[in-house]
């Protein structure tokens, strides 16, 4: 796909990679080209692929172009989570649930994303993607739009800072334990609009992450000044649970596993949403006021670029289109004059060997050819090196 690439602009940079949306056959896609010293983990990545969920990337692509690693995905058209204020808990414990899911999906195919943050979850307005039924369970069917599209897996390394588990401090591989803590944070920045932990430096996070407990968080909550209502106080008190259950620097006192999370957050949605047309109602207009709204919207499809931009980080390598119909046709027409003899039944020869000849000779003819105009190949030439026949 990288070498069919006809348009292609930058869309963002940022320490661990460049992003790009390209133009392949007139369709948008992101190409992600990792920074020196950074790449994804391939096995992850393969495993990944095999994952067909609505709220899931598609990757269509990787591998490594000049050394550089790179990952080409199909474009999510949406909000990136992390450019949006303070959403409303309803709509945050909803929006949980379809990640979960998703992280669910993907733990059945040995994979845990490693890097969950709110940059790499991104809100969809997608009111036809019948696949949302499959988050659903009792309060969560009254979804009228909203999709969550987790992007961004397999980064060798503990992600942002901010959002990892404190073992990942600790160099440990990403298991569902640690993305269940991630969760929590996710969960916290999409209702107060900032990050529970903020700090500077890797060590200050890592000391921050393995105190976690000590934080109390339904206080700082409170301080945002947007529960400050006895409404707000049943949001904080079904909140409770939540923080219990994901914020624990010790891995075995979280939740047992997404299962046991989704119905923590079933519960609580059960008594802030106030029944499914109430939540219902609240996913429109949260989808009306923050998705449908252009000075919100930060990531829809912009226009597909139609050229490429100086300054790309790779090049087009267009391919010898050309050279391949010619040996192509050389196959064809060698294969018919086979076919012709078998059929007669008068003559057998090895076909064995004839087919090492037919290769040898269509690699010397690819090799040999400097353009895209392939000269004219000698057909007579070639079948005089195939190994003669004889009669029966």
Excluded at 44 to 49: A, D, F, G, I, T
Excluded at 155 to 180: C, H, M, N, T, W
């Amino acid at each position: 796909m990288l070498d069919s690439v006809a348009g292609g602009a930058l869309l963002h940079v940022g320490g661990e990679s460049s992003i790009y949306l390209l133009n392949i056959g007139g369709a948008p896609y992101v190409l992600k080209w990792y920074n020196d010293g950074f790449s994804f983990d391939e096995n992850v990545v393969e495993n990944v692929y095999k994952v067909h969920e609505s709220g899931l990337y598609r990757i269509e692509e990787w591998g490594r172009r000049d050394g550089t690693p790179y990952l080409i995905y199909d474009f999510v058209e949406g909000v990136v989570s992390d450019k949006l204020g303070q959403i409303p808990v309803a709509v945050a414990l909803f929006a949980l649930r379809q990640v979960t899911s998703t992280l669910a999906s993907l733990r059945k195919q040995g994979v845990s994303h490693g890097d969950l943050n709110p940059a790499n979850v991104i809100f969809s307005a997608d009111g036809s993607n019948v696949e949302r039924a499959k988050v659903a369970k009792t309060a969560a069917k009254a979804a009228s739009g909203l999709r969550t599209v987790v992007i961004d897996c397999g980064i060798v390394g503990p992600g942002a800072l901010a959002y990892a588990a404190p073992e990942r401090f600790q160099g440990k591989k990403a298991d569902e334990k640690s993305d269940l803590f991630s969760l929590g944070l996710l969960l916290y920045r999409w209702i107060a609009g900032e990050d529970l932990v903020q700090a500077d430096g890797y060590e200050r996070f890592a000391e921050q992450m393995a105190n976690v407990e000590k934080v109390d968080v339904t206080e700082k909550l409170y301080s945002t000044g947007a529960f400050n209502t006895p409404e707000g106080a049943l949001l904080l008190s079904a909140l409770e649970p939540l923080w219990a259950g994901l914020l624990r620097s010790d891995a075995a006192e979280r939740v047992e596993d997404f299962d046991e999370l989704d119905e923590l957050l079933e519960i609580a949605l059960d008594k802030v949403g106030h029944g499914e047309i109430a939540l219902s109602s609240s996913e429109a207009q949260f989808v009306e006021s923050y998705l449908k709204c252009p000075e919100n919207i930060s990531n829809v499809a912009r226009k597909v670029p139609n050229a490429l931009e100086k300054d790309l980080p790779f090049m087009v390598c267009k391919k010898k289109n050309g050279l391949k119909w010619a040996v192509l046709g050389v196959f064809i027409l060698i294969l018919a004059l086979i076919m012709l003899l078998l059929s007669s039944g008068t003559m057998s020869f090895s076909i064995d060997a004839t087919g090492d000849q037919l290769l040898k000779r269509s690699r010397n003819i690819e090799s040999s050819v400097e353009s895209e105009n392939a000269p004219n190949l000698k057909v007579d030439s070639l079948l005089s090196e195939l190994p003669v026949p004889s009669a029966e």
